[in-house]
């Protein structure tokens, strides 16, 4: 069991891989946001961030990389569906990004994915 932490601003989606996640086992915090996030990895650093890029006003792609800079930044799998090969191979670049999954996705995917960043 790992603890996971999520960061999505879509409440169906984010309840959705919520469910999915603690019925395979695994300890779930969520965020929807950036702010929220900080605050949860201040907490307790989780063993991965499975973080979306596009949360409303917030640009992942900079918070990630800002968090990174901080030094703060976990263990990283990118879910989203704004993941072209040029913005997946960047953000592979930044420390502590794992792996990307574009959405959409079935649930079996994004479970074989978290276990492999976790390997």
Do not use: W
Not at 4 to 19: F, K, Q, S
Not at 33 to 48: T, V
Not at 54 to 64: P, S, V
């Amino acid at each position: 069991m790992a603890d996971l932490l999520l960061v999505e601003n879509d409440a169906r989606i984010l309840e959705l891989m919520r469910y999915f996640l603690e019925r395979a086992g695994h300890a779930v915090r969520t965020a929807t946001n950036f702010e929220e996030a900080r605050k949860a990895i201040a907490e307790r650093a989780p063993d991965l961030l499975l973080s979306d890029l596009q949360l409303g006003a917030e640009n992942g792609r900079e918070e990630l990389a800002r968090i990174a800079q901080q030094g703060g930044l976990p263990p990283t799998l990118v879910v989203s569906g704004y993941l072209d090969r040029e913005t997946a191979e960047s953000l592979e670049r930044l420390p502590n990004v794992v792996g990307t999954l574009a959405k959409p996705y079935d649930m079996p995917r994004l479970l074989a994915k978290v276990d492999a960043c976790l390997a």
